[in-house]
């Protein structure tokens, strides 16, 4: 189990209840648990929704699974009458390689989730919500079904939430294995009972989801600060981030540091501070030699360029992504060479295959890398990796191609030297994987 | 009611299962979760699991079988009571994730996706499982072991061969 771990300069929103037993509803309520939909419901059936709504706009909450989507204008797209129900489905398939938070979430504030879910509901008029976890957290979506045992118990879930005369119901999920299925359209599939490959967009799912019905898709962490904002207002949480980055954030932050951990921090915060600081530094006094700032998508950063601040526009500024929030810190040891083409290794075995440069693109790349890495590459390999990887980008149906593309470009692009390097025969760093696990194992 | 009147099933599984199919706006999404819980029981998605899977949805056994291929738990051979599952991804294998890999080849006498010869472990190497933060990290059946050290492997390997001897 990830412990849990704290730092001085964290700001604390998500974590509030960590470590205090909030998994069973009566701490929860006790910690102001279900505050938050009665206040939504105490706005009145009229004012209700667009209450919530503004409230979320002026949060500037963005979605925490990746993309960083203002969540109250995604909210705002779905149509407010409609002949098929509306859904709301919340993503838990937590696969980001580098990164745990949703995890923590489910373990340690479940009713945050469902509190979230049943808010988003009233937002948007939905009567069902579905919490997905990925089927590797069986013993997280035991505790999310416990949870949602009480609420239904309590009466804060089922015909007539909280006295309100309106229905919400929760049905959770498991997935069985999937990096693609969280992906929302793939998530959506896989949660209708077929395989995870992804939907043509539009129709976007705000207006045609889940069983064809408006669907709100959002990142269990997006949906556990929810009730948060609610209660301590849309520009008070703000107002703890940077400019067009409202609020804190879980980074999940590992590899080579002394206090690898779940840290909120809040948005913008700097990446330099968040490993020498919060973190403790690099693991046993060696050298910053790179830095995955947001889950293995998202291309490198040189040892040189960590004086960022930990938010979307700035990560994107620079060229890379703040992603999932999954940190990930390479110390001098490490062989870049070696390190891309375990991601890319990753990428090929998760590949759904339903998109032609997505399936043969991570094919090729992985071939190719190995062949650099094993000493045999030729001098044409980096420009070969470099032109597969570039027309993967914006060329398939959902972002997985861009997810494969963008980390091998960074790492060829920001190192290529050592590229250069080991096609000359010279190898860096201390190598983690032999011949044997290029070959065979998880990736095959 | 059930369409399926002779199940494979315990009776505890087939009344969850007659339950579940009723939950979902459409019933088909059951499959997944009632492959993987039928595993849990079986030991494997056995050809009497897809077609019992199969009539309770009303699919041909040819749907099961095809979302059965996509997803990486599901499997269609018996494993070790114990599945012993390493992550090596990129926060494991910077924490020494292939060298927990290695010492539990050595140690089980097995490779990946192989079963020892008493049946009591399987060992799988796996994609990233969500404990970066507490990495190396690996899952038996469901259970997360992390901080590991090829010395703790060994505590947790013997318990559970302890815990099957009870």
Not at chain 1, 200 to 228: D, K, M, Q, S
Not at chain 1, 275 to 304: F, T
């Amino acid at each position: 189990m990830p412990r849990l771990v704290s730092h001085p300069d964290e700001v604390i929103v998500l974590k509030r209840r960590f470590g205090q037993g909030a998994a069973k509803i009566d701490r929860y309520i006790a910690l102001d648990g279900y505050a938050a939909a009665q206040k939504a419901i105490a706005q009145g059936k009229d004012a209700m929704p667009g209450w919530i709504i503004d409230t979320m706009k002026a949060s500037g909450l963005r979605g925490r699974g990746g993309a960083g989507f203002p969540t109250g204008m995604k909210w705002s797209f779905v149509p407010k009458t409609s002949a098929k129900p509306k859904y709301v489905l919340v993503n838990g398939d937590e696969s980001e390689p580098g990164t745990c938070k949703d995890h923590m979430l489910f373990r340690e504030d479940p009713h945050a989730v469902i509190e979230g879910t049943i808010i988003a509901g009233l937002a948007i008029g939905a009567k069902t919500g579905f919490i997905y976890l990925r089927g590797e957290y069986r013993t997280l979506l035991n505790i999310m079904e416990h949870a949602v045992a009480d609420a239904y118990a309590r009466g804060f879930l089922g015909k007539n939430i909280f006295g309100s005369g309106l229905g919400f119901d929760i049905i959770t999920q498991t997935g069985a294995g999937a990096y693609e299925v969280g992906e929302e359209s793939a998530l959506m599939e896989s949660l209708e009972g077929k395989r995870g490959v992804p939907r043509i967009r539009p129709p976007f799912p705000a207006v045609v989801g889940l069983y064809g019905g408006p669907t709100i898709i959002n990142n269990a962490e997006t949906i556990a600060n929810v009730p948060h904002i609610l209660l301590m207002g849309g520009e008070a949480y703000c107002q703890l981030g940077s400019e067009r980055n409202g609020g804190t954030r879980l980074f999940s932050i590992s590899g080579h540091v002394e206090r690898p951990g779940v840290y909120e921090l809040p948005m913008g915060y700097p990446l330099r501070k968040a490993i020498y600081e919060v973190a403790g530094g690099i693991l046993g006094g060696k050298e910053l030699k790179a830095v995955v700032p947001g889950g293995a998508s998202c291309p490198v950063l040189r040892a040189d360029e960590i004086d960022i601040g930990l938010d979307f526009d700035q990560l994107a500024k620079c060229g890379s992504m703040l992603g999932s929030g999954g940190i990930v810190v390479l110390d001098e040891t490490v062989s870049i060479v070696e390190f891309a083409l375990r991601t890319i290794k990753f990428y090929q075995h998760e590949s759904c295959g339903w998109c032609i440069p997505c399936r043969e693109g991570t094919d090729w790349i992985k071939k190719t890398l190995t062949r650099v890495y094993e000493g045999g590459g030729a001098k044409k390999d980096i420009e070969t990796v470099q032109y597969v990887a570039e027309n993967m980008m914006g060329r398939t149906f959902c972002p997985f191609g861009d997810a494969a593309a963008m980390p091998t470009l960074g790492f060829v692009k920001k190192f290529r030297k050592e590229f250069e390097d080991y096609i000359e025969g010279k190898k860096a760093g201390t190598p983690l994987m032999t011949e044997e696990h290029i070959l065979v194992g998880a990736g095959h | 009611m059930s369409t399926v009147t002779k199940s494979i099933f315990t009776p505890e599984l087939a009344a969850y299962f007659d339950r579940l199919v009723t939950v979902y706006p459409l019933k088909r999404s059951a499959l997944i979760p009632m492959l993987l819980y039928s595993q849990d029981e079986v030991g494997y998605v056995s050809e009497a699991v897809i077609q019992e899977i199969a009539k309770r949805l009303d699919l041909f056994d040819l749907d099961v079988r095809s979302v059965l291929s996509y997803y990486s738990m599901l499997r269609t051979k018996p494993a070790g009571k114990y599945n012993v599952q390493v992550c090596t991804n990129i926060s494991c294998m910077l924490r020494g994730g292939y060298e927990i890999l290695d010492h539990c080849k050595r140690r089980l006498g097995i490779e990946h996706k192989q079963t020892t010869a008493d049946g009591m472990f399987s060992l799988e190497e796996v994609e990233c499982i969500g404990d970066c933060c507490s990495a190396p990290a690996m899952q038996v059946n469901y259970e997360f072991h992390d901080e590991l050290t090829p010395q703790k492997v060994d505590e947790i390997l013997d318990e559970y061969a302890a815990e099957d001897r009870k």
